[in-house]
């Protein structure tokens, strides 16, 4: 039987379009061509086998589910892939791909199933007598773990404090733990490590991660459905809790008391607690007094925005576990505009290969420009004075660090003075911060500059010439 594919996929992406973010739709939903739909068999033609393994790798339950919804419990997702040819350039896998007419066909087993329960989210727990003897699912990601969690000086006390926790749950003074940061810095990650390390080091430790906006649902469940007792039992059961997000119980006196029974039961009973905030417990509002004083008997750590070096770090460990490669002048472009969130910086990068797959263009710094111009808009786009001072540096050859220092050897001041115009023509930094970026010169020294710069280059014609080249490599566009 027939089925009009694109009224069937149609339906579909209304429901995505509800569950993933704009960015990701964009990317990698919008690419998509619905082919056809015969029986239980809906064929999509995707762009490349990128496309596909990343759609099956991070999107293949969202689509289980509707696929199953549209078509029904036997519902079937074929995959049809834009051949590319085999012309790779060895530095940069992404390069011209000459896409011709031929297409593969890729049938996913694991959509082919029925899609099995134990997709369901957090299992209910309430409704199976014996609780003691069911495995209770720990709900960790096996992606966060501590191998894959970059150590920096923006996360060290957090990591070593999840780290020895991990060793010793329970056991140390950091209980609870209590890990707070800004969005996008990890905090997820880290609480999954620490989750992932007991359970390697212990595996018949029970224990759970659970957003604090889940804990808030199967509460209110709880108190509708009467199995407040199970609720609290369920809960009371564990050796290991993980609540994240727990400021999402700000406000909800109802859910922070319950809580904070099970809490007092954990901890007397010994066992660990680890929490995550977006914010420091001194900051929270809208929660219990008694509940934030339970919160500073353990330790709390922060997590701070991360480094040039981490980022650039984190970016080399993704791309190796994505087996990723990309030019080093494109990373480093990547890890110097975007800044202030590790997820944003991911993002960027997952995105930059996805659009050159689809354009078939290599990675260059061109195409990173115009993407993060893009798709990244919320971030403070402005050039940093880091980045000019990199860019500066590479092309005259001198270390950053002289840069940065207070030599007066002529080629260093003239490119000191350089980045200094370029910093006050690109970006909204102040004379005096800028001049504390380059040597902790003071603003006169960096109006001085700007002047010199100016002069020289109305009288230089060489000297404009760098201009010209460092003004090209510095633009957005
Ligand atoms: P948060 O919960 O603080 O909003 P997440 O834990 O979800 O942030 O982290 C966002 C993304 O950044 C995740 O993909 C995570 O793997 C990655 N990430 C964060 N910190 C690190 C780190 N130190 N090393 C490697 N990846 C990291
Ligand atoms: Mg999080």
Redesign the pocket.
């Known amino acids: 039987m027939k089925k009009n594919p694109d009224e069937i996929w149609g339906r579909c992406l209304e429901v995505i379009k509800d569950n993933v973010s704009q960015q990701s739709f964009k990317t990698w939903f919008e690419p998509i061509k619905p082919l056809k739909c015969v029986g239980s068999v809906l064929t999509i033609q995707v762009p490349s086998q990128f496309f596909y393994e990343w759609l099956e790798e991070h999107y293949i339950d969202l689509l289980k589910k509707i696929i199953r919804k549209e078509i029904g419990p036997e519902g079937c997702l074929e995959y049809s892939i834009v051949m590319e040819n085999n012309h790779r350039n060895a530095n940069n896998p992404y390069t011209v791909r000459v896409p011709t007419s031929n297409v593969q066909q890729v049938k996913n087993p694991a959509v082919s199933l029925p899609i099995d329960v134990a997709n369901s989210p957090i299992k209910n727990p309430f409704i199976i007598p014996g609780l003691r003897k069911i495995k209770i699912e720990s709900h960790l990601n096996a992606?966060?773990s501590f191998d894959?969690?970059?150590?920096?000086d923006?996360?060290r006390l957090a990591?070593s404090a999840g780290f020895a926790v991990a060793q010793k749950p329970g056991g140390t003074a950091f209980n609870p733990l209590l890990v707070y940061?800004?969005?996008?810095?990890?905090?997820?990650?880290?609480v999954?490590a620490i989750g992932l390390e007991i359970k390697r080091n212990n595996p018949e430790k029970t224990v759970l991660y659970v957003p604090a906006e889940k804990f808030t649902q199967q509460f209110i469940e709880a108190v509708k459905n009467n199995t407040m007792g199970d609720f609290q039992q369920f809960y009371q059961m564990m050796d290991v809790l993980i609540i994240?997000?727990v400021q999402f119980l700000s406000g909800k006196e109802k859910t922070q008391d319950v809580f904070f029974h099970i809490f007092n039961h954990l901890h007397q009973s010994g066992k660990q607690l680890v929490i995550?905030s977006?914010k420091a417990p001194v900051e929270m509002s809208g929660m219990e007094q008694r509940l934030l004083s339970r919160f500073k008997w353990g330790l709390s750590a922060d997590?701070q925005p991360?480094g040039l070096e981490?980022r650039i770090?984190?970016l080399q460990?993704?791309m190796y576990a994505e087996g990723i490669e990309l030019p080093k002048e494109v990373v480093e472009y990547l890890a110097y505009s975007i800044t202030t969130?590790?997820?944003e910086?991911?993002g960027a990068m997952i995105s930059l290969i996805a659009q050159s797959s689809l354009n078939k263009k290599a990675v260059t710094l061109e195409l990173a420009k115009q993407m993060i111009d893009k798709f990244v808009k919320s971030t403070a786009r402005e050039v940093s004075i880091d980045y000019i001072q990199k860019v500066v540096c590479d092309y005259f050859d001198l270390p950053i660090e002289l840069l940065k220092s207070k030599t007066r050897k002529r080629e260093v001041v003239q490119a000191r003075q350089i980045a200094m115009y370029f910093a006050k023509k690109m970006t909204k930094s102040s004379l005096a911060n800028i001049g504390a970026h380059c040597g902790g010169k003071d603003h006169a020294t960096v109006l001085h500059a700007c002047r010199t710069v100016n002069n020289l280059q109305e009288t230089d014609k060489q000297f404009r010439g760098y201009l010209e080249d460092l003004e090209k490599k510095l633009s957005i566009h």
């Open positions: 992606n966060y894959n969690f970059i150590e920096g923006c996360n990591r940061g800004g969005v996008g810095l990890g905090k997820t990650h880290l999954h994240d997000d995550s977006d997590l991360p981490t770090a984190i460990k993704k969130n590790i997820r910086l991911e």
